[in-house]
């Protein structure tokens, strides 16, 4: 019998981790808990504010037809392929906030930038994703500096708009030929500049964990300097 092959999406510097296989080790008891909660950490879900944006990342825009923001590693260049409007084994329409990346050059790996509110975007392969004064937007640079960063805003809808260093959205662009381009030169958050994002569970929660310990922390402290001026 072949050994089933694993589904889940992997990046370049990610640790492989090794599982227990005995039922009653860490990664049995792991699961379980994942069962109880209802959500599995590889699980693409939405996230609710910001700081929840991190790890892997799917960007997808709801546009005629949607589509997500993707690598081309061959040609080195982001694009925006369609996604497809129905499902191919049932021919049923797909919702909108129901699509996820089924490949890896969909994905975008989020982190964030230490004592600022801003993130990088990192490709697969390691190139970061960047916006120049014009709007211009690429991934060709393995370093990160003013231009890779983005500030991520949480819109009425519940969809996020991505500001770069000069104030101005990520948004799309109709071309020539009725084409979409990814530019990043408006001044305001309109349909153009709203994006579906999802992140895998398991980090938005290690997430929030981390972000209530903080808060605790802070607290602590404030609580602490109040006491001593009493």
């Known amino acids: 019998m072949s050994e089933k092959k694993s589904m889940k999406l992997k990046f370049k510097g990610e640790k492989s981790h090794k599982k227990r296989q005995d039922g009653e080790g860490s990664t049995s008891k792991k699961r379980k808990r994942e069962d109880d909660e209802g959500e599995h950490e590889t699980d693409w879900v939405r996230p609710q504010q ?4 991190i790890g ?5 825009h709801a546009s005629d037809p949607p589509v997500c923001i993707a690598f ?3 040609r080195t260049r982001v694009h925006l392929p369609s996604l497809p409007r129905t499902d191919p084994e049932t021919s049923e329409s797909i919702p909108l906030l129901s699509y996820e990346p089924k490949d890896v050059n969909h994905v975008w790996v989020v982190t964030h930038v230490a004592g600022t509110e801003t993130i990088n975007l990192r490709t697969p392969d390691g190139k970061f994703l960047s916006s120049d004064k014009v709007g211009l937007v690429t991934a060709g640079r393995e370093a990160r500096g003013p231009q890779e960063e983005w500030t991520a805003y949480v819109t009425e809808d519940g969809t996020i708009a991505l500001q770069n260093v000069y104030g101005n ?3 799309i662009d109709e071309v020539a030929g009725g ?4 530019r990043a030169d408006s001044e305001t958050i309109g349909f153009q500049e709203k994006w579906w994002v999802k992140v895998q569970y398991g980090h ?14 802070i607290e602590g402290m404030t609580t602490i300097d109040e006491a001593g001026t009493k």
């Open 50 to 53: 910001p700081t929840h944006i």
């Open 204 to 217: 938005m929660k290690k997430a929030g964990e981390e972000e209530r310990k903080r808060k605790e922390i």
């Open 169 to 171: 959205y990520l948004g």
């Open 56 to 60: 892997p990342t799917f960007l997808y």
């Open 72 to 74: 081309d590693s061959t």
């Open 179 to 182: 084409g979409l381009a990814l």
